[in-house]
């Protein structure tokens, strides 16, 4: 029915979307981009599902921060883990910080801000350890290792500032999720990831949005989920790769407070105003 509807209704700005295209010839590959924004992440998901609903299949995903997260996720296809992981999050699960505050009021996510700040100026950033405990829960790395997806993720040497762009044929797999948390170190709110003795900082350093990786990576075709994170934002060859937009309407909330309730929310964004995208309209609840 979706494929039906999105036959019919298509009517967008930029080119043909790539799923109305007859299958691409010989040669073309066809990546995910998944861009930094924290919390603002589960916005991802929901377009992710509404992706898989279209039919859209992917060679390569990258990603960078949160991005880089959830493409470890979607490397390995666990879609439901996924959104089971989103819609319980809170912030204690991600940062050594207790949050008791309503973050759905604009009262309580004020006073949640404070909070953070007030720790992360007395602890010279917030240790994230909680976050690679619910990484290594998450990513299965054996999946990840064993799909036909490639991943990709950006990273940043510290203190060099030196961009990383890596594959995962080129991390050894005990230390994928280490390079993961390295692309989400949110510096100086979070404290730099160590592998092997070298620090590590967010990738949208150095690129918020990596389409240039999925590039280097063979794409010639990629949809990009924007979260208009902070970051840096590299231009795109447009002559090698053709590249769709999706992005959220509306601002997504906080980047370092978690919430099940936004998250939720988010996840529903995602979904409705990925198929809006390829013309389907999706009431939210």
Not at 61 to 66: C, D, H, I, L
Not at 275 to 283: D, M, N, Q, V
């Amino acid at each position: 029915m979706l494929n039906e509807a999105l036959m019919m209704e298509h009517a967008i700005g930029e080119k043909e979307p790539l799923a109305f295209r007859k299958a691409p010839e010989k040669g073309h590959v066809r990546a995910l981009v998944l861009a930094g924004g924290g919390a603002k992440g589960a916005y991802q998901i929901g377009a992710w599902k509404a992706l898989n609903e279209l039919g859209y299949a992917f060679d390569i995903v990258t990603g960078t921060s949160v991005g880089a997260l959830n493409a470890g996720i979607v490397a390995a296809g666990d879609f439901e883990a996924a959104e089971a992981m989103w819609e319980r999050v809170t912030t204690d699960m991600i940062l050594d910080l207790e949050v008791y505050e309503d973050l759905t009021t604009e009262e309580g996510r004020k006073a949640a801000k404070k909070q953070l700040v007030r720790k992360a100026l007395r602890d010279k950033a917030i240790d994230q350890t909680p976050l690679y405990e619910l990484v290594k829960g998450i990513i299965d790395v054996d999946k990840v290792y064993a799909s036909k997806v490639d991943l990709g993720v950006v990273t940043v040497k510290w203190p060099e500032f030196r961009a990383v762009m890596i594959t995962k044929n080129e991390i050894p797999k005990e230390h994928l999720c280490d390079y993961l948390m390295a692309s989400s170190a949110f510096f100086p709110g979070m404290k730099p990831w160590k592998i092997d003795g070298q620090e590590y900082i967010d990738g949208g350093y150095f690129d918020n949005a990596p389409v240039d990786l999925a590039i280097r990576m063979g794409a010639t075709e990629a949809v990009v989920i924007d979260l208009h994170g902070i970051g840096m934002t590299r231009p795109v060859d447009r002559t090698k790769c053709q590249v769709m937009t999706i992005e959220p309407a509306e601002d997504l909330g906080s980047t370092l407070l978690f919430s099940p309730e936004i998250s939720k929310r988010n996840i529903e964004r995602g979904y409705a105003e990925t198929l809006a995208r390829f013309g389907i309209k999706k009431e939210l609840k």
